[in-house]
Antibody, heavy 124, light 107 residues
Framework: EVQLLESGGGLVQPGGSLRLSCAAS????????MSWVRQAPGKGLEWVST????????FYAASVKGRFTISRDNSKNTLYLQMNSLRAEDTAIYSC?????????????????WGKGTTVTVSS | DIQLTQSPSFLSASVGDRVTVTCRAS??????LAWYQQKPGKAPKLLIY???TLHSGVPSRFSGSGSGTEFTLTISSLQPEDFATYYC?????????FGQGTRLEIK
């Protein structure tokens, strides 16, 4: 069974930093793209970032580019999101999501399994 | 950025009803569209990808159609467990974008 478990959220002051982790199990982690998606309280879904299976290709939303860094450690089956210069508007539940298929398919970047998320609150 | 507009934003329906949710893209996205279902406090679930391909394990009462700029999600006969919020997402280009959501409630 595919499982994704996020951790690392918490309360941080504006301008602070956090590193989120997503521990993956039940599939060959390095074969799949991974993404981070967030949901602010009472709001809709917002895509944050995506990384390829090898880690060599990354994409970011404009709202986080230059502040957030996505990475992965395929030896540890773990996805990360380093968040710097945090703002109040970054307050949200952050979830990781697994790509639908292995590389080479048109469906590589679709997201088929999501974790339950970790809560990030940016407030003074 | 490609904007996705869902309609309606809120839908009230009864068990057994046939319902349709529309997602319109601000520019053509071929068939690079997914539909998700989210229940309160739960992670989203993939229902449809590539506009019309039913994801594994999703009941056949769900279907998707469309290409270019207009897409639909149809539930042929609503079941009690279908009352949730539905989102479309485009995967044609970056940044990936979602529709604002359609909240489906019991009438």
């Amino acid at each position: 069974e595919v499982q994704l478990l996020e951790s690392g959220g918490g309360l941080v002051q504006p301008g602070g930093s956090l590193r989120l982790s997503c521990a993956a199990s039940g599939f060959t982690f390095s074969n799949y793209a991974m993404s981070w998606v967030r949901q602010a309280p009472g709001k809709g879904l917002e895509w944050v970032s995506t990384i390829s299976g090898s880690g060599g290709i990354t994409f970011y939303a404009a709202s986080v580019k230059g502040r957030f860094t996505i990475s992965r450690d395929n030896s540890k089956n773990t996805l990360y999101l380093q968040m710097n210069s945090l703002r109040a508007e970054d307050t949200a539940i952050y979830s990781c999501a697994k790509g639908l298929t292995t590389e080479g398919s048109n469906f590589y970047y679709y997201m088929d399994v999501w974790g339950k998320g970790t809560t990030v609150t940016v407030s003074s | 950025d490609i904007q996705l507009t869902q309609s309606p934003s809120f839908l009230s329906a009864s068990v057994g009803d046939r319902v349709t949710v529309t997602c319109r893209a601000s520019q053509g996205i071929s068939s690079f569209l997914a539909w998700y279902q989210q229940k309160p406090g739960k992670a989203p679930k993939l229902l449809i990808y590539a506009a019309s391909t039913l994801h594994s394990g999703v009941p056949s009462r769900f279907s998707g159609s469309g290409s270019g700029t207009e897409f639909t999600l149809t539930i042929s006969s609503l079941q009690p467990e279908d009352f949730a919020t539905y989102y479309c997402q485009q995967l044609n280009s970056y940044p990936r974008t979602f529709g604002q959501g359609t909240r489906l409630e019991i009438k």
